[in-house]
């Protein structure tokens, strides 16, 4: 039987139903086993699963449920081995510089996802990608997107020769409504919650999303939503 | 000394040096006293706040710090009476049919903030506005605009009758980006974070923000992100 998510466990796993087809439709390769609570064995979600999966991968139990303590009501749990991308080389990246928050990291996958991102890259330090929050957030959204990290944005500026990178920054910067278009592949490069994207990083594309003057006042999450809303809709035009 | 907060105190309090300064900066008529950890008395925090103001409303004590456990490394506490705010009528709202969620509903007031949106209508039931959670996650922006709550969508609009009101929603709605002009003043409004908007409040100017088809795939705060950033700048040109 699985035990609570550890950070340095070879696997790890979705709870929910949604967040575990997704990994079944997107990640089916590294799908070990669902575990299903009996109390749930009468939903459609199950049908779907039964037709979805070989039989041998279900498995019905009430004990792994009980042992991770999961917070939210759930009844079905994906356990997948963990796995590394590589992203296209052609396509458009998000770049995330040390990102610390689980919540932030997952619903930023998932934003991406709906403004059709489908690459990540990196910079470690980082909060745990496949940390069961993290994958929560995401609502599964990362099994859709390739995700590739990097010790440095050297080392990703190597691997990415050909991206043309517009970083994120209050200071130094023009406001996002001045781009009128954009070259692409492109690199949209975002820093850490609280200290924001390394100085040296900042070139003369750094870009601003125009807000009042407050230190503090768009997160991470919101800054990344607001920027790849407008940039996709720029490159569509 | 105050208690852990619960929903039907007649005060509340924020946790944090930037959110109380906050308070004291917009609610300063609502304020009763601040808390301070005594290991926080050598802080600039703390000369600022003896020059903010009254000394007799600063107590420096260990207690209440041990007594709240609160969840981050937060050495001050601001103590505020609860209070009820109306909104501008001239000005253009953004209404919320009941937000489930505190960490969104504060997410939400610190985004308005960035985007000058000082209104926000909530029809209840709704996540407690003046939860720490709530408070927390606004980073004082709670402070800076006007809440106003209502039983329903009909006493909302029957007491602000000029507005235009624009729902946002999935389905029968037409893509923000076909929006090239306001009326103004004018009502946003979303719907709650699991059912959405009640149909009934559905009309010709329904828009969806363009994304990929999923059904889940962009959470309550960053939709009202998006738009109120595409919406202002719209206003705006």
Known sequence: MIKKYQKDFSYSYTTGFYPTFELIKYKKEY?????????AVDTE????????????????SENVFNKLMLKENDNVIGVFDKYNDK???????????????MGNLGNIMRTMNAFS?????????????????????SMGSIFKINIELFNSFEEYIEKYKDHTYYPFALQNSKPMQSLKNIKKPYSLLYGNEATGLDRELLNENTLKIEQADDIDSLNLTTAVAVSLYYIKNLENN
């Open 45 to 60: 979600g199950f049908k779907k699963l039964q037709i979805s999966i070989p039989k041998e991968k279900i498995i019905i």
């Open 117 to 137: 991102y489908k690459n990540l890259a990196i910079i470690v330090p980082t909060a745990d990608i496949f940390n069961p929050k993290t994958i929560r957030a």
């Open 31 to 39: 799908l070990k086993c669902v575990y299903v609570n009996p109390n």
């Open 87 to 101: 992203l296209d080389k052609d396509d458009n990246h998000v770049v995330l510089q040390r990102p610390s928050d």
